[in-house]
């Protein structure tokens, strides 16, 4: 079964094009699908993140905000 992660991020953000780029790496082999989720496409996203982005999210959870937090994104990956 292939389980969800939602990057948001913002066209030409270097910060969110890194996070994408090492969370792809960690993913990689598993069956995982990245859902790039650009912020300036809704109002409601803007407000919420504004520039506090990139923001790697697991269903409700934040796994990590402006760098790829390596480490708790492989402890998810171990417990699907």
Known sequence: MTRTLR???????HLCDEML???ELVCRGNPVKI???DIDTDPQLV?????DI????AGDTELCRH???RER???WLRQG
């Open 67 to 69: 760098r790829l937090d």
């Open 35 to 37: 859902e790039v989720i």
């Open 7 to 13: 990057l948001y991020h913002r066209r030409g953000c």
């Open 73 to 75: 994104l492989a402890a």
């Open 21 to 23: 780029e090492a969370a």
């Open 47 to 51: 407000q919420r993140y504004g520039l």
């Open 54 to 57: 990139p923001v790697l999210v």
